[in-house]
């Protein structure tokens, strides 16, 4: 069951570059940076209340949030929620017609478990699920 909404996934050109905008502007606690490699990204985390807000960067040309940037520019990426039992919610979306990019829940950053639904299927939001699974 989704309990609430995890983070905000924000595709970005250049991490360096933003760092001082969302910590020294806007004043969100850094939380850390780092590569996920299956995914092809690099992430950096800032706390924003109970939400979190995720700069990711394309470690690789072919990676997801390089073709997103090369099609729609920097910005809004994703909507992650926060899932108890990310197998069912996977399941009963995909019982439900939803297009599912992943089936079984992948690693993602902040050691969590992460499963993503078409943005065709969900309204032109990309939805990722995360658990701590």
Known sequence: MI???DHIGIAVNNISEQLVY???????PF?????VQNQQVKVAMFQAGEIRIELLEATSETSPIAKFIAKKGEGIHHIA??????????????????????????Q?????????MHPKSTFGVLTELCSEE
């Open 31 to 35: 939380v850390g940076e780092e590569e």
């Open 108 to 116: 993602g950053a902040d050691n969590k478990k992460i499963a993503f």
């Open 22 to 28: 969302y910590r020294d502007i806007l004043g969100l």
């Open 3 to 5: 309990k609430k909404i």
């Open 81 to 106: 929620y926060h899932s108890d039992n990310i197998q069912n919610d996977l399941d009963n979306a995909k019982e439900q017609r939803i297009r599912l990019i992943n089936e079984t829940p992948q």
